[in-house]
């Protein structure tokens, strides 16, 4: 039992490039999040997915994409990557929307040059 | 806007002595609470969850809160190492089902 996964776990980048950063659990939850984390300032929610075949954006959705590709998986896209994306993205999942307890993934540092 | 305040520390606090950690929030409506430890370099984790006035207690920590000050605070006694991390608090908004508001942390150092 895995928990929740995420690659990579370090990720360089040059303004411009597109990624995808891949999230997958193994808990049967129906709730997945992404979340970035900056130095001095709290986790904040980019999209979720409430459950399979939704998704909804969070509160900071600008310049990412996101797949709720099965119950499994989600993932998150930069289309065209900008330095302000530098960033610690973390994956989480629940078994109920939230408010209910957020079992997180290991993070992807990223760095856009 | 929603907030969620806490001291970003660090705070030291001796081996074996009781830590206090403290968090203001600002939606009146919030119905939901959570604190989570995050060691250096690592994700968070769920430490407790609270959801009504008063305290609550799971070995070493009691999360207590007051909705009428809108603060939540968590204590962990016996301190030890180990405990030694940044804890998160994380607030639900009214009307919002998916939506926490996270405090940026309070470093905590527990010195033997």
């Known amino acids: 039992n895995a928990g929740v996964t995420q690659t990579p776990k370090f990720q360089v980048l040059k303004t411009g490039q597109s990624m995808t950063l891949q999230c997958a659990q193994d808990?049967?939850?129906?709730?997945m999040y992404w979340y970035r984390q900056d130095p001095g300032m709290g986790l904040r929610l980019i999209y979720y997915?409430?459950?399979?075949?939704?998704?909804d954006k969070g509160e900071v959705p600008n310049g990412y994409n996101v797949s709720r590709l099965n119950k499994r998986e989600f993932s998150l896209r930069l289309e065209s990557a900008a330095p302000s994306q530098t960033s610690v993205y973390f994956c989480?999942?629940?078994?109920?929307?939230?408010?209910?307890?957020?079992?997180f993934g290991p993070g992807t540092r990223l760095t856009v040059l | 806007q929603k907030e969620v305040e806490q001291n970003s520390g660090p705070l030291s606090v001796p081996e074996g002595a009781i830590a206090s950690l403290n968090c203001t929030y600002s939606?009146?409506?919030?119905?939901?609470f959570f604190w989570y430890r995050q060691y250096s370099g690592k994700s968070p984790e769920l430490i407790m969850s609270?959801?009504s006035n008063g305290d609550k207690e799971d070995g070493r920590f009691t999360a207590q809160l007051n909705k009428a000050s809108q603060y939540v605070s968590l204590l962990i006694r016996d301190s030890q190492p180990s405990d030694s991390a940044t804890y998160l608090c994380?607030?639900?908004?009214?009307?919002?089902?998916?939506?926490?508001?996270w405090g940026a942390g309070t470093k905590l150092i527990i010195k033997p």
């Open positions: 989480a999942s629940s078994e109920r929307i939230a408010p209910d307890t957020q079992y």
């Open positions: 808990m049967n939850h129906n709730s």
């Open positions: 997915s409430a459950s399979e075949g939704t998704t």
């Open positions: 939606d009146r409506g919030s119905q939901s």
């Open positions: 609270i959801y």
């Open positions: 994380a607030v639900n908004i009214e009307n919002s089902n998916y939506q926490l508001i």
